[in-house]
Nanobody, 126 residues
Framework: QVQLVESGGGLVQAGGSLRLSCAAS????????MAWFRQAPGKEREFVAA????????LYADSVKGRFTISRDNSKNTVYLQMNSLKPEDTAVYLC???????????????????WGQGTQVTVSS
């Protein structure tokens, strides 16, 4: 069973950048498809970005496309989310998720993922 720990959140001004990290333990990250979700107060958890087990396939929500980049370093058992041109509406708790995978597919539904981190807070001020 894999454990996920997010880090890198914080307070940033609009237009700024942050890089989130998700460190995995208890499993071999290269056998998991990974994703980032976010949840703002009073709102449903929403998909942000996903990456296949090898890193060769990525997918983004329309709201972050062109601004966020998901990547992974399987040798370090870590997944990243580079967030540029941040907007106040990006404010949320960002959560890392993992699911065992045998293919190069990416997954966008909350129910697709078995393992979740506790999240890291990102706050973007205007």
């Amino acid at each position: 069973q894999v454990q996920l720990v997010e880090s890198g959140g914080g307070l940033v001004q609009a237009g700024g950048s942050l890089r989130l990290s998700c460190a995995a333990s208890g499993g071999t990250l290269s056998t998991y498809a990974m994703a980032w979700f976010r949840q703002a107060p009073g709102k449903e958890r929403e998909f942000v970005a996903a990456v296949s087990r090898s890193g060769g396939t990525t997918l983004y929500a329309d709201s972050v496309k062109g601004r966020f980049t998901i990547s992974r370093d399987n040798s370090k058992n870590t997944v990243y989310l580079q967030m540029n041109s941040l907007k106040p509406e990006d404010t949320a708790v960002y959560l890392c998720a993992a699911r065992p995978s045998l293919t190069v597919s990416v997954y966008t539904l909350r129910s697709d993922y078995r393992y979740w981190g506790q999240g890291t807070q990102v706050t973007v001020s205007s």
